[in-house]
């Protein structure tokens, strides 16, 4: 005899767990290609996100009255803080991401409720909190490696994130040199600096940071997690909705200003492919949780979030504008499924 109960239903844990393998198994070719470009450091901030994701989700599930042993295996901790860990500067201090995602994991997850309770993508609301509250270590990032003056080695890595200085006793600030000897920053902060200082967009991109057709560095940096994207796709962990959604609305105001002011506003190339663009299309817009959930609402949702990454790029005074835009769009990600819901046959929209 078949017995059916009616909602809410319990969904197995382990299908969330394999999920979430899946997702952060697709950050490696990016994560790969951005220790390749950026260091050692990248991966010990991913490591010791981790760490206190993982740690700071046992004490909150503890003080809550339920199981660490067994809710940890969903692994949804574990992205969090790999998110984050590839969001920050490599070489920023190591309380930065162990803060930033203590941060995340007790205001962005547990506060509402835990996994599936969320409103805000957690790892953008641990990244928003440090980007305000330590301005200055999280736009620390180091030059490409190829564009140091010394890049720092293994050893090098572990002793300036956990004590501000390299075994010869070199700063982080020291680090920033490039091999011109002027303190680099990342093709968008350039981007902008040069731009409010009245240099042309010709101008601008004659600055080392600037790769073959993007940042030096980044662009690859971009592709890797494009291809990590497409394999997320091609598993069906996540359709093309919301990441064509931002990466349409990219390319099209950017598109949109840079027919009417080259000189003044940079390709649609230069930013799909600078910063955090295909981190943000693949992996941090496409949070289950968090995201819009009908078909429409998804390109709404996508659009909205590649409309505000340029408008906060370009005028905003943020260079990247990735965590603010998708915290905005979760904030309206309830009314877009409210408006697009689809309608049962033989019924009408009503709200």
């Given amino acids: 005899m078949t017995m059916v109960v009616s909602s809410p239903h319990r969904t197995r844990g382990d299908r969330v767990a394999r999920l979430m393998l899946l997702v952060i198994g697709c950050t490696a070719p990016g994560m790969a290609t951005l220790m390749s470009f950026f260091g050692w450091g990248v991966m010990f901030q991913v490591w010791l996100a981790i760490g206190a994701a ?25 992205l969090t803080g790999v998110l984050l860990g590839l969001a920050i500067p490599p070489y920023a201090p190591w309380w930065i991401i162990v803060t930033g995602t203590a941060f995340a994991i007790i205001f962005g997850k547990h506060l509402y409720g835990g996994l599936g309770m969320n409103p805000f993508n957690p790892a953008m609301v641990g990244y928003v909190f440090l980007l305000i509250t330590f301005p200055t270590q999280m736009t620390s990032w180091t030059p490409p490696l190829s564009l140091s003056d010394a890049p720092p080695g293994l050893l090098d890595s572990i002793a300036v994130i956990f004590t501000g200085e390299t075994m010869d006793d070199r700063s982080l600030n020291a680090l ?8 680099m920053a990342t093709p968008l902060d350039a981007l902008k600096v040069d731009l ?12 080392p940071v600037y790769g073959a057709f993007a940042g030096a560095g980044w662009e690859w940096v971009n592709v890797a997690f494009l291809f990590g994207g497409f394999i997320l796709i091609q598993q069906k962990a996540i359709t093309w909705a919301i990441p064509g959604g931002v990466l349409t609305g990219i390319f099209a105001s950017s598109l949109l200003f840079n027919i009417w002011n080259p000189d003044a506003y940079a390709s649609p190339l230069f930013h799909l492919f600078s910063g955090g663009t295909m981190m943000a299309a693949f992996f941090i817009a496409t949070d289950p949780v968090s995201a819009s959930t009908t078909p429409k609402g998804r390109w709404y949702y996508g659009l909205g979030i590649g409309v505000l990454i340029y408008l906060i790029r370009t005028f905003g005074g943020y260079p990247d504008a990735v965590a603010f835009a998708v915290l905005l769009m979760n904030i309206a990600a309830p009314t877009i499924d409210l408006y697009t819901t689809p309608v049962v046959y033989g019924h009408k929209q009503e709200h």
């Fill in 54 to 78: 993982l740690a700071t989700e046992a004490l909150c599930l503890s003080a809550r009255g339920r199981s660490p042993k067994r809710e940890l295996k969903d692994f949804t901790a574990v």
């Fill in 176 to 183: 920033r040199m490039g091999v011109d000897g002027f303190t």
């Fill in 196 to 207: 409010n200082q009245g240099l042309m967009i010709s101008e601008v991109q004659q600055h």
